[in-house]
């Protein structure tokens, strides 16, 4: 059955229409009940799958019951009661009998659990755990309880559930299953075309809406899992490649030719590489042929440059910027944050300072070519004299915020815009940039790597580059796990050791969730205490984000001309301070810092030739988490082996969370387990999208997709 045959089929957006309320069984109170689990239309009810499973055929008989074992037992409630502890804990006791014995479980703090059992009572239920022997008699305590309710079949569906709602996953199973029941006279349709379904091996949506609800087997669930996590996929490639596909026809880009109409005669690249002291990287070379090729194209450009902290971006980007420049336009270079629009400032006047153009209107006068910073420091007079230049077409580069947004910043030729994004910059604000007809290449850099295929679902409707070498003659920093106090009294040796020999040593305070006053207080005390007792003698600075920016400048120009040994700081170091001669990073309570920060921080220190150290200290109890983290951190250097393990242990969330609101509709499919189905729906939807025998199909997706984000936006615009 395929999308053009059948027009009578259900389709997706179908399904939104017609509320639960219509099933039969399903009155008020149950139609609320479901609502307050997300459920109110059959979509949504379709696409409430199944948590987990339980097959009936492997459970043991209470009287069979070993002691120790993790074991799961399906039986039904004989009598509950709540208790207090001695020391004041609601505790909760059942038991359950399955007709061999009985079982007693008890509940520590869960107040709900008494109603929740009474409301099921004569239910069958499934209980896991694992299981204690007292009294000669089988027990569990806080097992896992599911309520199967009155299902057939061997393999029974466990639904998300809710401990305040009145259901049980038998009374939504059997909606579930009525619902299949009266779709299947017309049938569900399936927009994917055969010839995509074949390629992947694909089962039609229909059977797979049917196994992934109630499976006879657990291969079968898998393949019908499969297909689902496929459509999920597909959906949000195809409004990616649709709007990358869109901006391509509709937009007007600048060709950016070294000899073209307007384009500056003077050899702008070439003396800028004559004058580099180093060669570029492999990565680098191949980076900068691509920029390139978009550039010269009348397509605009929207590419993500990828490369870990001390890959060589700015370099990349300043070439890109040059293009522009010698092409005879502008570039805009916007930064995150004020002190990386200064640095960033800096370090490209430092690159491009010995480099003339011909000045236009004077024959033979030229100047500098000028990298100008606009942000919120900058002064009223100074601001002026820069949009003039800006205007006048004299100011080539200019760095800032979100300043650059503004209005009043207009430039002659706007180009190229660079966004060193980490994160902070949204596909408006990207959009914002553009002005007049013609729409600028954009380059947007980010030193948060994400894993590739991760990156095809966030940042899928640009084209992306990789540098994933770092420049030769890096040493990398040996990093070491300080759980024991002896080890941490070794961190301290280091500390004076390294600044005996002229080297300088960073130590990051605890991490305070939402409280940069806490943050800023702990920071005091530890400096404090170090400057008195461990560190004594040495020149120890204190820099965290509550001081003023201009005390804060003070102490960085103190670290940097070495009057200070050791900065004690809070995460405000964590991006774009570059001090070479830092060679030791110790991050106190590191446990508590997520993957991607604890990554950051270590890229402060190896930036010189020198060997360089990251002590990650913890106390002798770590969660497991944090000991994966900690582990992985001194495992590796790779920041994105690190993205990896990042996204395996925190999931999709944090990833999509920022940039994707609204945009995924994400239940089974895991950007982390799943890689290989985002690159085939990647592919297919280049597939359906650029051929057009595929239109129709297109249209039903695309149908289907604003169904699925109308839904997602709405739950945001609750939740906000
Ligand atoms: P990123 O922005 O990717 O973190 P940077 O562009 O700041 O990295 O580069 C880090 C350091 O490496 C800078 O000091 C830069 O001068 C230097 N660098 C860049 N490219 C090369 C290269 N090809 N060879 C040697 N050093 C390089
Ligand atoms: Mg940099």
Not at 14 to 36: C, F, K
Not at 302 to 314: C, E, I, N, S, Y
Not at 432 to 460: C, F, K, N, Q, W
Not at 488 to 502: A, N, P
Request: proline share 4%; charged share 25%; net charge negative.
């Amino acid at each position: 059955m395929s999308n053009t045959d059948s027009p009578n089929e259900i389709s997706y957006s179908d399904l939104t229409e017609m509320s639960v309320g219509r099933l039969s069984g399903v009155g008020p109170a149950r139609q609320s009940a479901l609502a307050s689990l997300g459920i109110e239309n059959l979509l949504d009810l379709l696409t409430h799958f199944p948590r987990r499973y339980i097959d009936r055929s492997s459970p043991r008989r209470i009287r069979d019951l070993k002691e120790g074992e993790s074991s799961l037992v399906l039986a039904t409630l004989r009598c509950v009661e709540t208790r207090r502890t001695r020391s004041r804990r609601v505790m909760v006791n059942a038991t359950f009998a399955d007709g061999s014995g009985t079982i007693r479980c008890s509940f520590f703090n869960q107040p709900w659990r008494q109603r929740q059992l009474e409301a099921v009572e004569g239910v069958e239920v499934a209980l896991y755990g694992k299981v204690e022997r007292f009294n000669g008699r089988a027990q569990m305590t806080n097992p896992l309880v599911d309520m199967i309710g009155d299902q057939t079949g061997r393999i029974v569906p466990i639904y998300p559930m809710s401990e305040k709602v009145r259901l049980t996953s038998g009374d939504v199973a059997a909606l579930v299953s009525q619902t299949l029941r009266r779709c299947r006279q017309r049938g569900i349709c399936d927009p994917v075309p055969d010839s995509i379904l074949k390629a992947h091996d694909l089962v039609p949506r229909e059977d797979a809406l049917n196994s992934i609800h109630f499976p006879e087997t657990m291969a079968q669930m898998v393949i019908a899992r499969r297909r689902l996590v496929f459509d999920e996929l597909l959906r949000i490639q195809v409004s990616l490649v649709g709007r990358k596909r869109q901006i391509e026809r509709e937009q007007m880009g600048f060709r950016h030719l070294p000899n073209g109409e307007g384009a500056r005669p003077e050899d702008l690249l070439g003396e800028f590489y004559r004058s580099l002291p180093y060669e570029l990287t492999g990565a680098q070379r191949r980076a900068i042929a691509e920029i390139a090729a978009d550039m010269t194209s009348p397509v605009p450009m929207h590419r993500l440059l990828q490369g870990d902290v001390g890959a060589g971006k700015t370099l990349v980007a300043l070439v890109a910027l040059l293009t522009a420049v010698k092409a005879g336009h502008q570039g805009a270079f916007m930064a995150p944050t004020e002190v990386l629009a200064e640095q960033h400032t800096e370090s490209l006047r430092a690159l491009v300072g010995h480099l003339r153009v011909g000045e236009a209107g004077s024959l033979l006068g030229d100047r500098p070519v000028t990298v100008g910073l606009l942000s919120g420091r900058v002064r009223v007079a100074e601001r002026r004299r820069i949009l003039e230049e800006l205007d006048a077409g004299r100011m080539d580069i200019l760095v800032g915020t979100h300043a650059l947004l503004e209005e009043s910043v207009r430039f002659r030729s706007l180009g190229l815009v660079v966004i060193d994004e980490q994160h902070r910059f949204g596909v408006e604000q990207r959009d914002s940039l553009r002005a007049g007809e013609r729409h600028p290449d954009v380059l947007v850099m980010t030193a948060t790597p994400i894993p590739r295929t991760a990156a095809m679902t966030v940042y899928g409707d640009l084209d992306m580059t990789i540098l994933d070498e770092l420049p030769p003659g890096r040493t990398p920093v040996e990093t070491i796990w300080a759980s024991s106090i002896s080890d941490q009294d070794d961190t301290w040796s280091l500390v004076r050791e390294q600044v005996s020999i002229g080297r300088q040593t960073y130590v990051v305070c605890p991490l305070v969730e939402g409280s940069e006053k806490i943050q800023a207080a702990s920071a005091e005390q530890t400096r404090a205490s170090l400057a008195e007792g461990e560190l004594s003698g040495l020149a120890v600075g204190l820099l965290h984000g509550r001081m003023s920016s201009d005390d804060k400048d003070e102490v960085m120009g103190a670290f940097r001309e070495r009057r200070l040994d050791v900065l004690v700081a809070t995460t405000v170091i964590e991006v774009g301070v570059d001090v070479p001669n830092a060679t030791v990073m110790v991050i106190l309570d590191a446990d508590r810092f997520g993957l991607a920060q604890l990554h950051q921080l270590r890229g402060r220190v190896g930036r010189g030739s020198d060997r360089s150290y990251c002590v990650l200290v913890s106390g002798e109890a770590v969660s497991e988490e944090g000991s994966e983290r900690l582990g992985a951190m001194v495992a590796t250097t790779d920041g994105f082996k690190l993205a990896e393990v990042d996204l395996e242990l925190r999931g999709e969330g944090t990833i999509m969370g920022q940039r994707q609101k609204g945009r995924s509709d994400l239940r089974l499919a895991s950007l982390s387990r799943d890689g290989e189905w985002i690159e085939k729906a990647r592919a297919s939807a280049f597939d359906l999208i650029d051929s057009p025998e595929h239109a129709p199909a297109l249209l039903a997706l695309t149908e289907e997709t604003s169904v699925f984000i109308a839904e997602e936006e709405a739950e945001f615009l609750e939740k906000n």
